[in-house]
């Protein structure tokens, strides 16, 4: 069978473990993508093991037919399943130092007149090293590692560099360590003896590969990780780059960086933003320098490097640690016009530009009282066991409070009892899958130097074991099912039959509990808020905590407001929000309840019990004219309406929660057909590029708007424009607006009394 059957083929499997383990994954600017000439893909972070490439290569083919052949380290091509899958999808394999390191003899410290002078006690250096190989220290102090180019004795070698870099501030991080070593009798530290391997034969696979104009995957920070910043890069994809046209003046490499962004990462069902930058190109300059060698040489490969790295930073969101990301989209949950709801491409783009200005502004003093208060406010609705997408609409609670209570524990229970068998069976591999697992990442955070706690692995187990295990479970099932029939007497045809039927019929069943139980678990999100509702005394907590909303909103917007357009130049044209429209269809202004929408997979399971959750529980205003511009902020709002779950994803639990409003269709009206939203973002890039009329929203969203390849759909032919809504206008104040007047008289109105306000300031 030749290498690219055998790819496409593995493909096709990946896709669907993919679409089984993954809830939705979303590719973003992937008109970005080069269909021909030499590419390298070049991801980050690499917060996924196994799958982060699997992800890359599928949204690749699936805009353009191409292979991509990714570099995977050869200690993980040795491991049996993963190394049998790599080579199906024809990886390249990469020697690591690290992972061939050995322990080596005595302890070691540093001359105190020469940083690059290593002392030992009882060392063997003339016996453990060569010039060229590598000392690495312990993680104590960072895992530093040096090249060692002299073996003066068994007890002296010089390294080419200071440990940590020429800032000195490793060297003094390890004299630092010695001494607290020394005082507990320890005269040095322990270190790891790294081989010297020669990639030369690697770089000419990959020089090979960029001529014949394939393309290449690479994740360059090396290992994967889940820190929530980018690790140092390693120069190989610059030396690639660069000694490819080189090599051959008439190869062109562009450089694709990619950025992806997981909504809690390791969990089943989860949700993922492929997102492509635009392709860099090799600047001549760098090539040039990079032919003459020696410091030339590397100059080349440190610029090129930065470039990429700079590429990166505009597909990822990279947070100092885990408490500024919790804050940051604590503050993008805050920061939303009312009736507007974004898709995950924005979702991750408001998160890296909140993140860029919070890094910015941090010492501001408004914005760090801001930062406390939003804390404050996460603090006080964790307490209250609600999420922040439900305060807007909790309300006193009454007789439907309790009714919707009551029909939502009816509809648990059924889809419980639909989900129920598939969940039995399946029981052993789900158990199996999650301890094993976790027993992995705890062996791969003891063997790495910059995990945090190993969850990077957690996924790619998951799968694996699964895959392994459910062969060997169905086809349990199928040998007692055989013996039942065989007990039972039955036909000789029956018998034969049995095996097969169930080994067919147990996948589909499965599949139909995993949507069963996905909608149980979107009822069961929304009963403890109901709960909580129906207690005595709460009533004061629920008026405290949206007022405090309220008052966070207004005051985020007008920080945004105030330091927005001193980081982007393109703030003000972006800065005014139209509201939804309040009559007709719904549209994509309208998203529906988690117990009723249809996610992005085409879940209709539970579509059919909305009718009775909206009419019944008095639903059906809301249902026919659509999410208003004061909808869900309001205070004559029924009381059902505080439950409504608005997203089946766990907020406890950092990652991007709460992104709603999946797009599932454009309409191209030249053709009068919808396209599924699984269509090319190539085709919807070149609709957006000759629609005639302008967006009919423009976000406020600190300069994302909706001609992103994210956006709202756009329809061709003339429409008019619906008035903008000034946003100066508090949340509260919009929702205290008589919603029996049009759309037009509303927001004339509030525009008028705004601009009143202002010119009398």
Not at 10 to 32: D, K
Not at 387 to 416: C, E, F, N
Not at 425 to 431: D, R
Not at 598 to 617: C, K, S, Y
Request: a positive charge.
């Amino acid at each position: 069978m030749s290498p690219a059957i055998t790819y496409e083929a593995a493909l096709v499997f990946w896709r669907m473990v993919t679409q089984i383990f993954f809830r939705e994954i979303r590719p973003r600017g992937a008109f970005n993508i080069p269909h021909k000439g030499p590419v390298i893909f070049v991801g980050a972070p690499h917060s996924n093991q196994f799958l982060d490439p699997l992800l890359l290569t599928l949204e690749v083919y699936r805009e353009t037919h191409r292979h991509v052949q990714f570099l995977t380290a050869a200690k993980s091509m040795d491991r049996k399943a993963v190394g049998f899958f790599a080579r199906l999808m024809d990886s390249i394999p990469v020697s690591r130092a690290s992972d061939e390191a050995k322990p080596g003899t005595g302890l070691v410290y540093l001359s105190l007149d020469d940083p690059c002078l290593v002392l030992g006690e009882g060392t063997k250096f003339k016996t453990e090293f060569i010039p060229k190989m590598q000392i690495m220290l312990p993680k104590s102090v960072n895992s530093a590692v040096a090249e060692v180019i002299e073996v003066i004795s068994d007890t002296e070698l010089r390294v080419k560099k200071e440990f940590g870099g020429e800032s000195g501030k490793g060297t003094t991080r390890i004299r630092e360590k010695i001494d607290e070593g020394r005082e507990n009798g320890n005269k040095g530290l322990a270190f790891k003896v790294l081989p010297f391997i020669n990639q030369q034969e690697m770089y000419r696979g990959v020089y090979q590969k960029l001529k014949e104009g394939g393309c290449i995957g690479i994740f360059p920070e090396g290992g994967s990780h889940d820190r929530t910043d980018l690790l140092p890069l390693k120069a190989g994809v610059s030396i690639m780059a660069l000694g490819a046209m080189a090599n051959d003046p008439t190869v062109q490499v562009k450089i694709v960086p990619v950025g992806l962004s997981y909504f809690h990462a390791h969990r089943f069902r989860s949700r993922a933003v492929v997102e492509f930058g635009t392709a860099l190109d090799v600047p001549a300059e760098l090539v040039e320098m990079f032919k003459e060698g020696g410091n030339k040489k590397r100059e080349a490969v440190a610029k090129f490097l930065d470039l990429i790295y700079d590429g990166l930073k505009t597909v990822t969101i990279r947070a100092p640690d885990y408490d500024t990301l919790m804050l940051i989209q604590a503050v993008r949950r805050l920061y939303k016009t009312p009736g507007q709801h974004l898709t995950l491409g924005q979702v991750v783009e408001l998160n890296r530009r909140f993140l860029e200005g919070y890094t910015h502004f941090k010492d501001e003093p408004r914005v760090q009282k801001l930062r406390t208060d939003v804390l404050k406010y996460n603090r006080l609705i964790r307490d209250l066991g609600i999420r922040d997408h439900q305060v807007p609409r909790a309300q006193k609670a009454s007789w439907k409070t309790l009714g919707l209570l009551v029909y939502r524990l009816v509809l648990l229970m059924i889809w419980t009892s639909l989900a129920l068998p598939g969940v039995i069976l399946n029981g052993p591999m789900f158990i199996l899958a999650s301890i094993i697992s976790r027993q992995k990442a705890k062996e791969a955070l003891a063997a790495s130097v910059v995990k945090v706690a190993g969850r990077d692995v957690l996924a790619t187990w998951k799968i694996l074991i699964s895959l392994g295990i459910a062969p060997v479970m169905y086809a349990f099932y199928a040998i007692v099912a055989t013996i039942v029939a065989v007990k039972a007497n039955t036909s000789l045809a029956t018998r034969i039959w049995t095996p097969f039927l169930v080994i067919f019929a147990l996948p589909f069943m499965n599949y139909a509990a995993l949507k069963f139980g996905e909608a149980g678990m979107d009822v069961l999100k929304s009963l403890r808020p109901l709960i909580v509702a129906l207690i005595p005394g709460q009533q004061r907590s629920f008026d405290k905590v949206k007022a405090m909303r309220v008052r966070l909103s207004n005051e985020v917007a007008d920080v945004i407001n105030e330091f927005g357009p001193k980081i982007y130049d393109d703030f003000d044209q972006a800065s005014t929000a139209t509201a939804p429209p309040s009559t007709g269809n719904p549209g994509v202004w309208r998203r529906k309840s988690s117990v009723g929408q249809v996610d992005a997979q085409g879940n209709l399971l539970i579509h059919p019990m909305t009718w009775i959750d909206e009419r019944l529980f008095g639903w059906s205003r809301s249902a026919k004219s659509g999410t208003s511009a004061w909808g869900g902020s309001t205070p004559t709002q029924d009381s059902s309406r505080p439950v409504t779950p608005e997203l089946s994803d766990d907020e406890d639990h950092g990652d991007y929660d709460h992104a709603v409003n999946y797009i599932s269709a454009y309409e191209d009206a030249s053709r009068h057909k919808v396209r599924s939203r699984q269509g090319s973002y190539a085709d919807l890039q070149r609709l957006r590029m000759t629609a005639t009329t302008q967006p009919s929203a423009s976000w406020s969203l600190s300069g994302l708007r909706p001609n992103d390849s994210q956006a709202l759909h756009m329809r061709q032919g003339l429409r008019q424009r619906k008035q903008s809504l000034s946003d100066l206008i508090p949340v509260e104040r919009i929702g205290s607006v008589d919603r029996r007047e049009t759309f037009e008289d509303v927001t004339t109105s509030l525009n008028k009394e705004a601009s009143r306000q202002s010119s009398g300031a």
